[in-house]
Every structure is written in C-alpha cells, then in structure tokens.
C-alpha cells in the first residue's frame, strides 16, 4: 500500500477506496518514518495523540516531537538497522506537547516505500490500565477483608482484657504510674479503631440496590464539607443534569465521595487562599466491562470527578494508592482509599486518580439504573467500546 502525507494526492486501495480514508479509519495513531527519522505520513489519529496537524508533523523529524531519549525513537532505529518488526509493551512515551506522560505499547515494522520506511503504530494504554489496575485493588481488598475477620475476633477480645485490666491498676497507682495505665487504655482504644475500620473490608453481603441521584450525593457532600473540614475552600460544581442515576447504596456512596474531598482539603491544606475542589459529573460512554459467569457486560457511562489544585500524590505512590496500608498522610492507616476502591467495586465501577503538582482529580466510572433500579447490561458491545 502506497501511503503519502495528507497534503499530496491520495492513492486508492481496494475497490477505488483511498488509502488515506482506510488509515484514518484506523483508531491509534500510526506514522511512517523516513530516512534521516523524517516523518512522512501520520493519520487523523495521529495528529489528535501528538496535538499537531498533518502539515505541521511532515515538516520534523521524529526527534523534534517526542522527548530527548524517548523509546519511540530506538524502536525505528531497531527496526530501520534489523528490517524486522519489533512489538514494546508499557512505554512511557513523553512529548511537549503532553501534559503527562503516556502510558502505550508501540509497534514498528518496516513498510516497502522509498529510505528504509518504518511504519508505526501507537495504542494508548490509559483504559486498560485503569481496568487493569482496578482489578488489583479489588484483589487486595478481598485480601483485607479476611485479615479483618481474623483480627475482628483475635484482637479485639484480648484488648478488651488487657483495657480492663489496666483501668484496675489505674486506681491503685502513684501519679506516675497512673500515665502508664492510661497510655495501655488509649492505645488498646486506637487499635481497636483500627480494627473497627477495617471489619468494614468483611462485609460481604451484597448491595441493596436502589437508583441514586448522584447530584443528590454530591450535594450532601459538599454541605458537610462545607460547614466542615473545608470552610475555607471553594467548592465548585460541574455537573451534567441529565446525568441517570446510579443504581446503589446512598449512604455509602455518600461515604466514598465525602473521604475524597476530605483528602482533597487535607492536599491543599489550611496555608492557601487559593484552594479550590470541583465537583464533576458527565456522560462517557464507551467503557463495559464483562460479567463474571455471563456474556453479559456492563456499560460504565456515568463518570463522577473529585478534583483540587493541592500539593498532589508523589510519582512513586499512584500506582498504589488504592492498596491497603497506603497512605501520604504521616498519621495516616492507609485504609480510606482501599475502602474508596471497595465500595466502588462493590457497585460495579472503577475508580482511578490523576496527579500532578496542583492538579489530583479522583475519577469514578460508574454504571446507570435500569428501570427497575439494577444495573443496566449489554449483551453485546459495540466496536468502539473498550472491553475487559
């Protein structure tokens, strides 16, 4: 197939269709790179990954888009020396056109077109990754959730003693001794807080299910913040008012949305007159997961954002910050986001956080009611539509 820069004549393919039109049908970006790493051709969805247009991108190298030591640029270079196609998984692709960077898998291959061509071909990874991501939070959480059982009955009842039995020293003891005493009782009540908390990952029992007005939620959240933990911020509403509802527990999405704008305050702080959160909501269609044991799959379309403008997550926790145990906060347990994740999960979502210095959002897919309150299946997805 012979393939030309967007601004010279198209050549046709099959049936007289143009070749152009076929690769610009395609849905990941795909260049050819020349001699000299000159790029000479990029489709559609190229020019929206790299934010540039056609004419722009022909007229530069491949270094001059991407980041200095970018792997994109080693993968052609393999490919031009080898004449073989070469497949790379988990790149981190940078660029200065990127906010952030990019999580793809990249694939190169050479292409039968004038100075050793190369075409390649880019699919961002972000949905998978959350997907992917999510399900190893669920794992995790259902690790909690049997740790907890056990600690529920073979912690608590010891503590409960050895409380006892120091409030009964405590009025036999000298002043000095008496601190003693009540440093055993407050710490036997923080670590049965702490156990308290997490018998929550062993609830088990399944959702009572009802349509919920997000917006509704959302509402109450910002009341008690507002009142609350964060009268000093600006709490900014975005909402899509046609939004369906979300078929679940209120009270306990009420629980979920209220721990992430409590973190949100907490990451701006009391320092700044700046801060600001904002509530969003927005229809998206285009994710479904599969349903265990059916060929059923659940559209995922209602996306509900937490974001603020605070200090951020550092680099080296993203990845784990819905794991059990993990925290940014230097007192903190690191339970709140694994109970986030969970309840999440619990009502058929995925959940997932974004963040750079003044910037975190927290986004939460979640699936739409049915008629009768459930949540709404699909027996087939359409082409477009991410799957897992």
Do not use: W
């Not at 309840?343 to 986004?363: A, K, L, M, N």
Request: hydrophobic share 40%; charged share 20%.
């Amino acid at each position: 197939m012979a393939l030309s820069t967007k601004t010279s004549g198209a050549s046709l393919g099959a049936k007289g269709i143009p070749c152009d039109a076929l690769v610009d049908a395609l849905p990941h970006p795909l260049l050819v790179i020349g001699k000299g790493l000159a790029i000479e051709y990029v489709n559609t969805a190229a020019e929206d990954f790299f934010q540039m247009s056609a004419g722009v991108l022909c007229r530069h190298s491949l270094p001059d888009v991407v980041a200095f030591g970018c792997p994109l640029v080693a993968l052609v270079e393999q490919v031009q020396r080898n004449g073989t196609t070469v497949n790379e998984y988990g790149v981190e692709l940078s660029s200065f056109r990127f906010e952030s960077t990019k999580l793809v898998d990249l694939y190169g291959g050479p292409v039968p077109v004038p100075n050793s061509g190369v075409m390649v071909m880019i699919q961002q990874r972000s949905m998978a990754q959350m997907i992917e991501r999510q399900l190893t939070h669920r794992g995790a959480a259902r690790s909690v959730s049997g740790l907890a059982a056990v600690l529920a009955h073979e912690i608590k009842n010891p503590l409960s003693g050895i409380r006892g039995a120091a409030q009964l020293l405590e009025g036999e003891c000298n002043e000095s001794d008496r601190t003693l005493t009540q440093l055993i009782c407050s710490e036997s009540d923080r670590i049965c807080k702490l156990v308290d908390r997490m018998e929550i990952f062993g609830d088990e029992r399944p959702l009572q299910r009802e349509p919920v007005n997000i917006h509704d939620v959302l509402d109450h959240v910002k009341q008690v913040a507002s009142t609350g933990f964060a009268s000093n911020i600006k709490i900014v509403e975005n909402y899509d008012p046609s939004l369906p509802p979300v078929p679940g527990s209120r009270d306990k999405l009420v629980q979920v949305f209220l721990n992430l704008v409590k973190n949100a305050a907490e990451a701006i702080g009391d320092q700044r007159n700046d801060g600001q959160i904002t509530l969003s909501t927005a229809f998206r269609p285009g994710v479904r997961l599969s349903v265990p044991g059916s060929q059923a799959r659940v559209s995922l379309p209602l996306e509900i954002a937490v974001e603020d403008n605070g200090s951020g997550v550092p680099a080296d926790l993203i990845q784990h910050l819905f794991d059990p145990f993990v925290s940014t906060k230097p007192s903190g347990t690191g339970l709140g986001l694994a109970l986030v994740a969970k309840i999440i999960g619990d009502h058929g979502g995925i959940i997932e956080c974004d963040s750079r210095p003044r910037y975190t959002v927290f986004r939460a897919l979640m699936p739409m009611a049915s008629g009768d309150g459930t949540t709404k299946t699909a027996k087939t997805a359409k082409p477009n539509e991410a799957e897992t």
